[in-house]
């Protein structure tokens, strides 16, 4: 935040001042957030990109971040990471399932390590973010 120069406030104008003060704070605070956000949603893309299972490497390379907003003004950016090329199998892999022959394939746990590591790098982001 940059140091400004305080000056007189008439008692009327308080509160005005005050808001002021408050929405140039809520806007930097979102605007790091922002940044934050689209950084960790590309790193864990890349993560899940690099731990995924490769057979032939399409799964692998599928993995894409995709911006989601709804254009309001208070409302930060929301990214989402998801597999582009088969989605359809994020679960089967994730997870396990029946086979043809019987019985259950193994799960390959993949995005669950990831996404925990990007939450909590988030919410330790958002911390420093509102702490400054």
């Known amino acids: ?15 005005k001042a005050i808001h002021e003060s408050l929405l140039e704070y809520t806007e930097e605070v979102q605007h ?9 949603s ?9 731990s995924s299972p ?6 692998a390379k599928g993995w894409r971040v995709k911006k ?6 208070w409302h930060s950016l929301s990214y989402v990471v998801h597999n582009a090329t088969d989605y359809q199998l994020t679960h089967l892999l ?5 086979l043809r022959n019987g019985g259950r394939s193994k799960p390959i ?4 390590p990831v996404e925990e590591t990007a939450v909590q790098e988030f919410m330790t982001a958002v911390e420093k973010a509102v702490r400054r």
């Open 42 to 50: 590309a790193a864990a893309a890349k993560q899940i990109s690099e």
């Open 109 to 112: 746990k993949h995005i669950a």
């Open 1 to 15: 935040m940059a140091k400004k120069s305080y000056s007189q406030i008439k008692p009327n104008d308080l509160s």
């Open 32 to 40: 790091e957030i922002d940044e934050q956000a689209e950084r960790i």
């Open 68 to 73: 989601i907003s709804d254009g309001s003004r």
């Open 94 to 98: 994730e997870n396990d399932h029946a």
């Open 54 to 59: 490769k057979r032939k490497g399409k799964y």
